[in-house]
């Protein structure tokens, strides 16, 4: 249960000449026991309990969320709010680069190669596994739309967004012969954008609605995919961090910018000022790895490292 504490700090009233000093009044208040809301008890997470992201852990709360005034905001980075169109520039270069778009999109590419083979193989498996890469690729294509700067796909970068949002909210409803269909021919449009293609499939976009592009669960399944399972390995010793220094800067990057996509306006609890503040203080963390990576700083990228994992426990412990 929270405590809620206010206090009058010193001061004077004077009147008609005459100063009347008020002695430190200090007014402490505190909640009777039982006049709070009571949140839900937390969800049993079983063998993810030791997981620093969840694939949403905010579907099993219910009640009004508590305040809490130690939360840390972060100030919107420059270059427009989160509820930039694709019309739009968004300053999405001070986290991600137009490289690092390209090569998560050629990785993803092969995930989708392997996970849309056979119909049977898409049914057990395989569609949960191209729901997350779809999403992803929605994510990147939606950032490549609104990006500051030159990028491959920015022309059919808003269309290739909404193709695979489609069927990445279709592949919810399980593997069937309509998703697979569907996989299909994403996986032929994926082919034929690395190879300087077309995209044949795609209609005339309109602006980006984040909340429709991409779903949370998705996006916390790569982050916990590029923090737990290669960065903090990554960043354990500098021999470490300098033999995969391309690759930390790459989960870096992605990381600050699947972080920012959270916060998007649409996204679940994108305007809920706790939820924001420690998805920007993740945000930070990542783009301060990154830098790292830049000026070389093994001792620099591991205690950003631990302010990812901080923000995202205390995020954990708060909202459960």
Not at 141 to 160: H, L, N, T, Y
Not at 242 to 266: F, I, M, R, T, W
Request: aromatic share 8%.
């Amino acid at each position: 249960m929270r405590r809620k504490t206010t206090c009058l700090a010193l001061g004077a009233i004077c009147t008609g000449g005459m100063c009347v000093s008020l002695l430190n009044l200090v007014l402490l208040a505190q909640d009777q026991p039982g006049t709070a809301k009571q949140r839900a008890l937390p969800p049993k997470f079983g063998r993810e309990v030791n997981r620093v992201f969840f694939d949403d852990v905010f579907s099993k709360l219910q009640g009004e969320r508590p305040a809490n005034p130690g939360a840390v905001v972060v100030a919107a980075s420059s270059g427009g709010a989160s509820g930039d169109t694709a019309s739009a520039s968004y300053a999405w270069s001070k986290m991600i680069s137009a490289a690092t778009i390209e090569d998560e999109i050629k990785t993803l590419k092969m995930n989708v190669d392997k996970a849309v083979t056979t119909p049977s193989e898409f049914a057990g498996r395989g569609h949960k596994e191209v729901r997350r890469d779809f999403s992803i690729l929605a994510a990147m294509f939606g950032i490549i739309g609104e990006f500051d700067g030159d990028v491959r796909w920015k022309k059919v970068g808003p269309a290739a967004r909404d193709l695979f949002a489609r069927t990445a909210r279709n592949t919810k409803a399980g593997g069937n012969t309509n998703t697979y269909n569907e996989s299909k021919q994403r996986k032929a449009d994926l082919q034929d954008l690395l190879g300087g293609a077309s995209l044949q499939s795609a209609a005339e976009a309109a602006d980006a609605d984040w909340s429709a592009i991409c779903d949370r669960g998705p996006l916390m399944q790569r982050l916990d995919a590029g923090f737990e399972g290669k960065l903090s390995r990554w960043v354990s010793s500098k021999a470490e961090f300098e033999a995969n220094a391309e690759d930390v800067l790459h989960e870096a990057e992605v990381v600050a910018a699947l972080s920012e996509v959270l916060v998007k306006e649409g996204m679940d609890e994108w305007d809920d000022e706790e939820y924001s503040g420690f998805a920007k203080r993740m945000n930070q963390a990542a783009m301060e790895i990154a830098a790292a990576v830049k000026l070389n700083s093994y001792d620099a990228a591991r205690k950003a490292s631990g302010d990812v994992k901080k923000a995202c426990t205390e995020c954990h412990e708060f909202y459960r």
